[in-house]
C-alpha cells in the first residue's frame, strides 16, 4: 500500500498489529478516526493508556480486575471451594453468562503450547496449586477448550494435583444444542455415545 | 457482556465504536493489548493522538499529507489539468497502485447521501470547481463508485462545471477482469454490451 502520509502509516502499522486486522482493515479504521471529534480521539487513546497503568489481576483468581480481588472472590455468597479453572477472561465470561455456576474461577492466562513457546511456567499454574493446597477445596473443574493444547493443559495439572486427592472433573463433552446429527463430526458424536447420560437427566433443571 | 473491569469495559466501548468492530472483536483487541508490552500501548496510543494532531490535508487536492502540498501535487512530472475525482483516500491509493494515470487528484470526502445527512456543501466540491475555474484544466475524470450515491454526485458536480465547457470523463463500466459471464448481474453486462470497444483496442496498452 501506498500512503501518502508517514503519520497515517504509523497508524496503520500500529493497528495492523491487532489480532485479525489486516493493514486494509487498518486504514479503514484511520480514515474512520481521521472524520471524529478530537475528543473522541483523546478517548480512544486514554482508554488504551489506563489498560496499562490503572488494570489489576485479582490475587485469589488472575481474573482482571478494578480493584486488589474481582466482583466474584469478594462475593461471600459464591462457593470458593469449588474452582472452575479457565483459560483467560472471555471464558469466565462466557461461564458467568450461564448463570449455571456458583462457584470461583481461576485463570490461567493461556494454554500449554510447545509451537507457541508457552510452557507451564508463563501460566498461573503454580498459584493453583498452591491455592487448592492451602485452602478447602471441594472440587476442580477443567473448563480449558476441547483442543490439543487444552487437553494437554488439563493433563498437567491434573497430575500437579493428583496426590492431594480433591474432586476433579471437566466439561461434559457431547452434540451442541441445536446441532443436526449428520453435520457433528464423528469424534464428538462418538463421545457422545460413548458418555450417554440417563434419559431422566434431561428433564432435570 | 458482563465484563468484569470498568477500565476493560470502556475500552472495549472506544474499540467497539470503530467500523465493523463489535464488542466481542473489541474485547479480543483490548484482551490482546493487555499482553502486549507498555511501550506497545504507548504506540499505539500516540499513533491515534496524532492523527488528530499533526495530519495535514492537500491545499491543492484534500488528500492527506505530512505537508501543505501533497506528494502527487507537489510533482512537477504530473499533469496538473488532468483531474480525477474520487471520494476518498482509499480511492487515490486504489488508482495509484494501477500505476495508470499521470494527472493529479481532487478528494470530495464523501459522497452526496441525503440518507446519511451529506449534502453537496458537506463536501470539498465548491473547491474543485473554484480550482478548474480558475485554473488551466484539459479533462476531469470522474471516479466515484458506481453506486446511487456516487451517480448523485457526478451529476451534482457535472451540472456545476458544464458551464465551463470543461472535457469530462468518467471510469469505463464492465465486466470485471476474471469475471464469468454466466454470474455477472444484468446491469452491468447490459452496459458492457450497449458501450462495447472496439476489438482492436483490447491489445493496446
Redesign the interface.
Known amino acids: ?8 502509516e ?2 496503520v ?3 495492523a ?5 489486516g493493514k486494509r ?1 487498518a ?8 472524520k471524529q471529534d ?1 475528543e ?16 489489576k489481576y485479582c490475587k485469589q483468581c488472575q ?4 480493584l486488589e480481588v ?3 472472590c469478594a462475593n461471600p455468597n459464591r462457593d470458593h471451594s469449588l474452582i472452575c479453572v479457565v483459560e ?3 471464558d ?2 462466557a461461564i ?2 450461564t448463570l449455571q455456576f456458583k462457584g470461583v474461577y481461576h485463570v490461567l492466562g493461556g494454554l500449554i503450547s510447545p509451537m507457541d513457546g508457552i510452557g507451564p511456567n508463563d501460566l498461573k499454574i503454580e498459584e493453583l496449586v498452591t491455592k487448592v493446597s492451602q485452602n478447602k477445596t471441594s472440587e476442580i473443574i477443567f473448563a480449558l477448550s476441547t483442543t490439543m493444547e487444552g487437553d494437554t493443559t488439563n493433563f498437567y495439572i491434573y497430575k500437579k494435583i493428583e496426590s492431594l486427592g480433591i474432586k476433579t472433573s471437566m466439561l461434559s463433552r457431547g452434540v451442541s444444542v441445536g446441532d443436526e446429527l449428520a453435520y457433528a463430526d464423528e469424534l464428538t458424536l462418538g463421545n457422545s455415545i460413548l458418555n450417554r447420560t440417563p434419559f431422566e437427566m434431561s428433564f432435570q433443571k
Chains 1, 2 share one sequence.
Open positions: 500500500m501506498n500512503i501518502p502520509s508517514k503519520i497515517v504509523q497508524a502499522e500500529e493497528f498489529t491487532l489480532p485479525s486486522i482493515s486504514l479503514r479504521f484511520v480514515l474512520h478516526l481521521l478530537p473522541d480521539l483523546k478517548g480512544l487513546a486514554s482508554a488504551i493508556l489506563k489498560l496499562k497503568n490503572d488494570i481474573n482482571i480486575a478494578d474481582c466482583e466474584i483467560d477472561v472471555r469466565v465470561m458467568e453468562n
